[in-house]
């Protein structure tokens, strides 16, 4: 009997006993015998000879044939092409002059993401606020610092000493009672944190608004039901609910901020691309694995922050969701699971 591709033999297939009597004149005859007549292609097969057959996927098997290919060929270019100099690679990768460069890229970046998340904070709870004087003013800043690139604000930063050469705090129109010196205060990494700080804010700051307007409605009414401050309200009842809508978006900005840190090189730091582009500009042959360099860091860098996103994001969704996401590894021995179940099936049939 033939059998179409995602079709099962059924016993309803298989006509009733009764029909079967009235059409055959022959007597019936009782035991296996009867059913396995030879020739009889009507007798009902035993249910554990059923098999379901898979539908065949051609378009899903070309795609992952080409796929395969493409990167057999990325691959192979790689390891290949003597003009990525692998060897030189290897030198330089651990070096001290890029281990250096790392460290400056780490904790420009740790500053710029605890200052930028506070101020993010601050900014959208002005969003938020019924003063209309708080409203303006954050909406105002939040729009100038998204609309203005990252590197003219670092460059305007850099030379804002040519605008005030002291920096006073007093009476406005009036007598100062603090003097500083710019040209001393604003170091090469002050310059690079405030920059860095001053757009993460903007951007840090709709998405906590995002994060506290995902929260539901009944969740303020209860709280002001309940008699709560304000401030009791937003630390445990608002804010570690809009966290779980908060971390992804914010993830994405700190990944984006490890990257803008290569930009504080043409404000005088040498981060982890300033060394690099520096050390390509005293051995110009070595540019191209210089270049690789700082890329692997960059993927080292950015794909940890991924790491601690996943388990962020499983810690906030505990009472949520009814069962966690499971953790790669417990993906990946599920994965073993069902393909040694795959195989038990296949070989008891």
Not at 124 to 135: E, F, K
Request: proline fraction near 7%; glycine fraction near 6%; aromatic fraction near 10%.
């Amino acid at each position: 009997m033939s059998e179409p591709p995602g079709s099962a033999v059924s016993l309803a297939s298989a006509p009733p006993a009764e029909e079967t009597a009235e059409a055959s004149s022959e007597p019936r005859t009782a035991g296996p015998a009867a059913a396995e007549r030879p020739g009889d292609d009507t007798a009902p097969r035993p249910l554990a000879a059923q098999r379901v057959l898979p539908l065949r996927r051609p378009g899903r098997w070309i795609a992952t044939t080409i796929v395969l290919v493409l990167v057999a060929q990325i691959a192979h270019g790689l390891v290949t092409n003597p003009f990525y100099q692998w060897d030189r690679f290897q030198y330089w990768f651990l070096r001290p002059t890029i281990l250096d460069g790392l460290l400056v890229t780490l904790k420009v970046t740790a500053y710029c993401a605890v200052l930028g998340l506070l101020g993010g904070v601050l900014i959208a709870l002005g969003r938020l606020s019924l003063s209309p004087v708080l409203r303006a003013v954050s909406w105002t800043y939040t729009w100038l610092f998204r609309s203005v690139p990252l590197i003219v604000v670092l460059l305007f930063l850099y030379n804002f000493s040519a605008l005030y050469k002291t920096l006073s705090l007093g009476v406005p129109f009036g007598p100062a009672f603090f003097t500083f010196d710019e040209s001393r205060l604003a170091t090469d990494i002050v310059v690079a944190v405030v920059g860095l700080t001053l757009n993460e804010a903007a951007y840090a700051s709709e998405v906590v608004r995002s994060g506290i307007l995902a929260v539901d409605q009944g969740q303020h009414e209860a709280a002001l039901a309940l008699g709560l401050p304000k401030s009791y309200q937003f630390t445990k009842i608002v804010f570690p609910q809009a966290l779980r809508s908060i971390t992804p978006n914010y993830v994405n900005l700190l990944i984006n901020l490890i990257k803008s840190t290569s930009l504080v090189f043409y404000v005088s730091l040498l981060d982890l691309f300033g060394s690099a582009q520096s050390m390509g500009s005293t051995y110009p042959g070595d540019i191209v694995p210089l270049l690789l360099v700082a890329t692997v860091w960059y993927l080292i860098l950015t794909s940890a922050v991924s790491i601690v996103q996943f388990y962020v994001e499983r810690y906030f969704a505990r009472g949520a969701t009814r069962t966690l996401p499971p953790t790669p590894l417990q993906k990946l021995r599920a994965g073993l699971r069902d393909l040694r179940a795959r195989a038990r099936r296949e070989a008891a049939i």
